[in-house]
């Protein structure tokens, strides 16, 4: 199976905070990687495809690049909304498995 | 488009738990559903996915044997079967359906499986 490995862990930010979460896959994976935001109790919410194409109705704060093996997730100016736990996803092959989640505190 | 779930379910180690997933608002046929399962306080996991147009599917290698993917076209619903349960697959299981972007864009409100003796 792909090994999905997330950075940091943990993040404490302030609204308005530019924040970045990078994903790193352990093959290539091409830009077969999802981005998902899960709030507390809540279902995940699919954020970004395709390593950075926005998923419809997803705000245009939210960002993704990347490609290969690293990959990054941004949200250029953190909204009270936006504290949850992400998660990164494989699609390059089955099972297609997600990193370990990166919670976003508020500062 | 909404997807309603089947209620909590407490299972003893050794049965079978069959999770629903009732879809409206669209048509049912025109997209794919995947299965996602979330333990206590832990991450996702991937569990497999079905095409509602003609039932194939694909599952992950750690449940293929233990999982069943099923739908119901007459009734706009998806099943997940899972069979010979063991205490780490309590946890909450979410469907999920493709959205036009082929990835899962819109999800159940989940169901616990509690797996207890």
């Known amino acids: 199976d792909i090994q999905m490995t997330q950075s940091p862990s943990s993040l404490s930010a302030s609204i308005g905070d530019r924040v970045t979460i990078t994903c790193r896959a352990s093959q290539s994976i091409s830009v077969y990687l999802n981005w998902y935001q899960q709030r507390p109790g809540k279902a995940p919410n699919l954020l970004i495809y395709?390593?950075?194409s926005l998923q419809s109705e997803v705000p245009s704060r939210f960002s993704g690049g990347g490609s290969g093996t690293h990959f990054t997730l941004t949200i250029s100016s953190l909204q009270p909304e936006d504290f949850a736990t992400y998660y990164c996803q494989q699609t390059d092959s089955i099972p297609y498995t997600f990193g370990q989640g990166t919670r976003v505190d508020i500062k | 488009v909404q997807l309603v779930q089947s209620g909590a379910e407490v299972k003893k180690p050794g049965a079978s738990a069959k999770v629903s997933c009732k879809a409206s608002g669209y048509t049912f046929t025109s997209y794919g559903f995947t299965w996602v399962r979330q333990a206590p306080g832990q991450g996702l996991e991937w569990m497999g996915w079905m095409s509602a147009y003609n039932g194939n599917t694909k599952y992950a290698p750690k449940f293929q044997g233990r999982v069943t993917m099923t739908r119901d076209t007459s009734t706009s619903t998806a099943h997940m079967e899972l069979r010979s349960l063991k205490s780490d697959d309590t946890a909450i299981y979410y469907c999920?359906?493709?959205?036009?972007?082929?990835?899962?864009?819109?999800w159940g409100q989940g169901t616990l499986v509690t797996v207890s003796s």
């Open positions: 395709a390593a950075s």
């Open positions: 999920a359906r493709d959205s036009p972007s082929g990835w899962p864009g819109y």
